[in-house]
């Protein structure tokens, strides 16, 4: 963002501090649960969202050597691998070998390899995904081409550092998938230059919308972060905008905000004031703090399973060179134990709202005005996944 933006979304969070208010939406909203919790639905998201639309996947930074590769699992538990090739393109393939399905990688496993070799009977294939080798090929396979036996590869496109495919092979990653807004925003955190300090992976019991809902409001802050988050934070305060679609920024104010008055204009550092958080569609966020950004990705695994990814990104070494200082190494630790702590808090409560609404106990959940982030969420939901009305939703979903 440049700094007329800087100042305007520190301006608004002031003027919303002194009034004692926050972002509202003109109306509460209610939905039933069946969005949570039906296979049905669950089918459709996937269709529509995940698999019908570009998917953020994660980072170039991932694999920042020529050679690096990582595999990265998505939906339907389609393994990809992302590679970085020798003429410096980051490309992803279906981690699959073309002779009979065979994995080239394992599941989360990441290196640097000029070749991929199939572990079942030796395909191996190169950085940009050609069949270069087959044991005894020409005897086995005559009538065959080894040029049309590349790995099968995903049309992706790396904007300002974050890596998109589509996994419909037919469709490509639109040049414009990001708002330009979205494209300052970026560059403003330094986002395509950070390092990956270190990564968690795990699952947790509940839908990606209970997660993410969890993410993109603050009226929980002095309640489920009373010990963590609430003493640095205005408590419900927040502000967020979209550019269209279920992309957004949203700026959590914290206490040094308030010292913004005894200050001129041209110290004022959102940095330091507020959490900044970029959430792309579908279910991706990237939580900025002063020192630290996290990459927070959820795949849905089931209606009621969603694996998280956790990447803590921080500065190159103050000093240069490779390695961080022993005083770096310590507060990237901390803050690394400290953001899964956070999200924690969160991720139990979310286990249990699954729970609840599998058991059926209640069956409508509510967003209150304040919780205005969320409504937005729902209705560009709605309209991603195909759907006009509630009424229309639960029949045509549901029952479908
Ligand atoms: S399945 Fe990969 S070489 Fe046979
Ligand atoms: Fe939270």
Redesign the pocket.
């Known amino acids: 963002m440049n700094r007329e933006t800087e100042l305007r979304l520190i301006r608004e969070a002031l003027a919303l501090k002194e009034k004692g208010e926050t972002q509202y939406h003109e109306t509460t909203q209610t939905h039933q649960i069946e969005r949570y919790v039906s296979e049905n639905w669950f089918q459709r998201e996937k269709e529509t969202l995940f698999l019908g639309s570009p998917l953020a996947i994660g980072l170039a930074i991932e694999v920042p050597n020529i050679g690096d590769y990582r595999s990265i699992e998505t939906v339907n538990g389609l393994s990809l691998l992302m590679v970085r090739g020798q003429d410096d393109q980051v490309r992803v393939f279906a981690n699959a ?6 994995r ?1 990688v394992a599941t989360g496993e990441s290196g640097c390899r000029k070749r991929f070799s ?6 191996t294939y190169d950085s940009e995904g050609a069949l270069v080798g ?1 044991p005894d090929f020409e005897r086995g396979f005559s009538d065959m081409d080894k040029k049309q036996l590349g790995l099968i590869e995903f049309h992706s496109r790396v904007v300002e550092g974050v890596v998109f495919v589509h996994l419909n092979l037919e469709q490509q990653v639109p040049e414009d998938i990001l708002a330009e807004e979205m494209i300052k925003g970026f560059e403003y955190l330094n986002l395509a230059r950070l390092r990956i300090y270190k990564r968690r992976s795990y699952i947790v019991k509940a839908n990606w919308k209970i997660l993410t809902e969890g993410g993109i409001e603050a009226y929980h802050f002095n309640v489920a972060h009373r010990n963590t988050l609430a003493p640095f934070f205005l408590g419900n305060l927040s502000t967020w905008e979209t550019w269209g679609g279920l992309n957004m920024r949203m700026v959590l104010p914290k206490k040094p905000l308030l010292e913004a008055h005894k200050l001129a204009e041209s110290e004022w550092d959102l940095r330091q004031m507020a959490n900044i958080i970029y959430s792309i569609a579908p279910a991706m966020l990237f939580l900025a703090q002063p020192d630290n950004i996290s990459m927070i990705k959820m795949t849905p695994l089931n209606p009621g399973e969603t694996r998280i990814e956790e990447v803590l990104l921080v500065e190159a070494p103050k000093a240069g060179g490779e390695d961080w200082s022993e005083q770096e190494l310590t507060m990237h630790e901390t803050n690394h134990n400290l953001v899964n702590k956070i999200l924690s808090e969160d991720w139990v409560l979310g286990e249990t709202i699954q729970a609840n609404m599998e058991s059926g106990a209640v069956s409508q959940i509510h967003f209150g005005r304040f919780e205005s982030a969320l409504t937005w969420f729902h209705h560009e939901y709605e309209k991603a996944i195909g759907l006009t009305s509630t009424g229309d939703l639960i029949d045509t979903i549901v029952s479908s």
């Open positions: 070998c073309r002779h009979r399905n065979a080239l199939c572990p079942y009977h030796a395909w087959a």
